[in-house]
């Protein structure tokens, strides 16, 4: 069974950072990580992901600000968010699934490639 829990949400004004970090006993090699998103009302969009083997994939919107990255000592993964703007606020979740990242459809993978998810944090900016 894994579990993942995420913390390090919160509010902050705009052109500020926040570093999100999702843990877990499942975190560790040999998994793909996402981070997601879901403002009120809207779909839940792919916002970063890790491979096993680190690489990584951006949405547009975030590329250049947010950086995914993973710690497996630690048992984390973490997103590092920049030069935040008020749209970046939304729920945000942490998501595992074994083996490699499906690139099938898109690039960070769709939720539907995920079958572990945390609990979300909440990030508000304004």
């Known amino acids: 069974h894994v579990q993942l829990v995420e913390s390090g949400g919160g509010s902050v004004q705009a052109g500020g950072s926040l570093r999100l970090a999702c843990a877990g006993a499942?975190?560790?090699?040999?998994?793909?990580f996402g981070w997601f998103r879901q403002p009120p009302g809207e779909e839940r969009e792919g916002v970063a992901s890790?491979?096993?083997?680190?690489?990584?994939s951006y949405s547009d919107s975030v590329n250049g600000r947010f950086t995914i990255s993973s710690d497996n000592a630690k048992r984390s993964v973490y997103l590092q968010m920049n030069d935040m703007r008020p749209e970046d606020t939304a729920m945000y979740y942490c998501?595992?699934?074994?083996?490699?990242?499906?690139?099938?459809?898109?690039?960070?993978?769709?939720?539907?490639?995920?079958?572990?998810w945390g609990q979300g944090t909440q990030v508000t900016v304004s």
């Open positions: 499942a975190v560790y090699a040999d998994n793909c």
């Open positions: 890790i491979d096993d083997d680190g690489s990584t």
């Open positions: 998501a595992a699934d074994p083996g490699v990242c499906d690139y099938s459809l898109a690039r960070p993978p769709l939720k539907y490639a995920f079958g572990y």
